[in-house]
Nanobody, 117 residues
Framework: QVQLVESGGGLVQPGGSLRLSCAASGIAFSFYAMDWYRQGPGKQREVVATITSGGRTYYVESVKGRFTISRDNAKNTVYLQMNSLKPEDTAVYYC???????????WGQGTQVTVSS
C-alpha cells in the first residue's frame, strides 16, 4: 500500500519558518520525482517546488530564494524548508510523487500552513 504522509504544518507569524516533511512508503522512492503543491483559500492547486530523481530542483517564481526542496532517499522522505513566510503562503500543502516512465503518481493527504500575526 502506497502512503505519502506529510507533517510539519502549522501556524507561523509572517517572516517565520517551517519545514514540511513527506514520508513515502510502498514505492521505490529514489525513482520518483517529488513535488510540493499548495492550494490556498479560493485558489487553484499550484506546484510550488519539484525535485527530480536526479536531484535537480525547480521552484515557482513566488517562492524562489525563500523555499528549498530536498530529499533523503535513505529515509524515503522529501522536505520543504520554508523561510520568510508571507500571509499569501497560507495554503494546504500536498506532497506528490510521480514516475513518468511507469505512469505512476500518488498524492499525500495535505498539511495546513497558516501564516498570520
Amino acid at each position: 500500500q502506497v502512503q505519502l504522509v506529510e507533517s510539519g504544518g502549522g501556524l507561523v507569524q509572517p517572516g517565520g519558518s517551517l519545514r514540511l516533511s513527506c514520508a513515502a512508503s510502498g514505492i521505490a522512492f529514489s525513482f520518483y520525482a517529488m513535488d510540493w503543491y499548495r492550494q490556498g483559500p479560493g485558489k487553484q492547486r499550484e506546484v510550488v517546488a519539484t525535485i527530480t530523481s536526479g536531484g535537480r530542483t525547480y521552484y515557482v517564481e513566488s517562492v524562489k530564494g525563500r523555499f528549498t526542496i530536498s530529499r533523503d532517499n535513505a529515509k524515503n522522505t522529501v522536505y520543504l524548508q520554508m523561510n520568510s513566510l508571507k500571509p499569501e503562503d497560507t495554503a494546504v500543502y500536498y506532497c506528490y510523487a510521480n514516475r513518468r516512465d511507469r505512469y505512476l503518481e500518488y498524492w499525500g493527504q495535505g498539511t495546513q500552513v497558516t501564516v498570520s500575526s
